[in-house]
């Protein structure tokens, strides 16, 4: 901490910078690609695994029969238990909800989020053990009942793979991301059988930069991660989809793209909901009185109710596990009333958020594709009763809407129209897909500016940079470039008091303070000694900058450098704590020159 200066005292310097990083060791891009193959390999194994363990757990909870075969896609009809069933969700619940609190709490929920904090806020670190148990809770919440996905889990694990092996062998911090992303993208791949989906999840969700150097292990790892799933799994689509024919030719194209606009729109609306409805579950379940095994038992008991209740109405649950099966049933035109498949989206969105809310492990994407299936197809319908020529047939429907809840909640468009092509490997409907994925995202970003990943991940204060198409520089945090060193002189303290005779080659920043708040900062700059020498006696505060840049320890430099630029100040006081900072919650400054340290040290021939 550094003390402040009195008049004719002599000022207080802060210790020395940290270590730099371009003393991290670093590996060449062919043995990163290396690196990344063997960590494709292992996610494609992980998938495979992950799959059989919830059709394990699956099959037990709901058929009381040991298999480690479950076609998703595929309706079961009503459970052998029939109405105990209900107690399916409650005791996975529960056993969740202990093997994340004993062991790692970073499994809860769906897992995204935590990836995203662990590329820009944790260096790329995630535990090992991570992997494990993301796997066992998720499996175990998918295959009991809760309404959630079993991509997060897989991108969670793939990730976690990736960064503790990069931990093990000691690899620097940028290499460790792009190995984790590689991990993450390799694991949606395997899962989904997309691999160019996998690619374009970790370069537009996860990659703070695209360059040769992270998209080619990423490419390396999607590409055996899917080789290894086709191998094991199949080399099948997630569904298999009718031909979908459109008539953008004909006299009735201006009616078709018209329901194309209007999907769009509402899929903007129902993903601003969705992500609305997430954060008020999540946020108001754990307030719940009892603890986490109790909120997690009334969030449970909910989705059991569901689970009774639609078996004795359709002979279905409808709204438990991935909903693969719900999507197929649209695709293949076997669920064409409005009123349930309006019911379905409205129950499938409620479900989702309460299993997230109450401490379910699993993640979103599958969910967004029920939304946006049961969505669009009810749309579908709808409009066919006032326009019965308008072209727009529920499985084409179906596809629009589940690229378009998937792109505007998760932020992702290039990967949800790449993703929903490679699922169902219907060229005819890209053109359709892109239109309303472009209008869901506008509108849901009109309507909040923050994903269904990065919602979370604000109410802890840290904010994913939009824009990310620079530098992996911008993955360090203020604290990490900050110069600290510097002098902390008071008001009317003379230009002769406040700098020591180093200073004569290396001006340090001065922070000017008056009774412990801060009043102004007088960046490093060249000639301040010579005017030190010159006009001794005048008053340092009459060189500080009129506007004060101030910014957190933890702020990414993507909003430091922000702040600097709409100022045009020349350094920024770093200061540690939540409130308005005093003199003495100065940590250090960023000063052009740490910034240029910055930059240097990130580039690589």
Known sequence: MPAVMTSGAEPALLGSRSKPASEERRVSLLTLCGLALVIGIMTGL??????????????????????FFYDANVSDGPSRFGDLVLFSPIIGGLIVVFLVRRFAPEAKGHGVPEVMDAVFYKRGNIRGMVAVVKALASAISIGTGAAV??????????????????????????????????GAGAGIAATFNTPLGGVLFALEILLPEVSNRTFLPVVVATGAATTVGRILIGPD???????????????????????????????????????RMLVFMEDGLPKLPGGEYIQNIVGMTIIGLMMVAL????????????????IQSILNQKMTAVGLLALLFVLKMVATTVSLGCGASGGIFSPSLYLGATLGAAFAAAMGMVFPHSGLSLPSAAIIGMAAMVGAGTGGVMTAIVMVFEMTRDYAIIVPVIIAVALAAGVRRALIGETIYTVKLRHRGHRIPKERHINLYLVKQAQDIMERKFIIAKAGTTLRQAMLPEDIDDVRAIVVERDGHIVGLVPPRSGLWLEARTNPDVMVERYAESRLVICRDEDLLSQAFAR??????GAAIVFRGKARPRVNDVVGIITKRAVADAVIDSYED
């Open 46 to 67: 992980g998938a495979v695994v992950f799959r059989a363990l919830i059709a394990m757990v699956h099959n037990l909870s709901y058929n009381g029969t040991l298999s």
């Open 311 to 326: 078996t004795h109405m359709f002979g279905e649950p409808y709204v438990n596990g991935v909903g693969y099966s719900v």
């Open 564 to 569: 600097l630029k709409r100022h045009r100040a």
């Open 149 to 182: 996905g079993r991509e997060g889990p897989i991108i969670q694990i793939g990730s976690a793979l990736g960064s503790s092996f990069s931990q093990f062998i000691g690899l620097s911090t940028w290499q460790k991301i792009t190995l984790l992303s590689a």
């Open 237 to 275: 689509p997630a569904f298999a989809v009718p031909n979908v024919q459109f008539s953008l030719a004909s006299v009735n194209a201006p009616v078709e793209i018209l329901g194309f606009v209007l999907l769009g729109l509402l899929c903007g609306v129902a993903a601003w909901a969705f992500i």
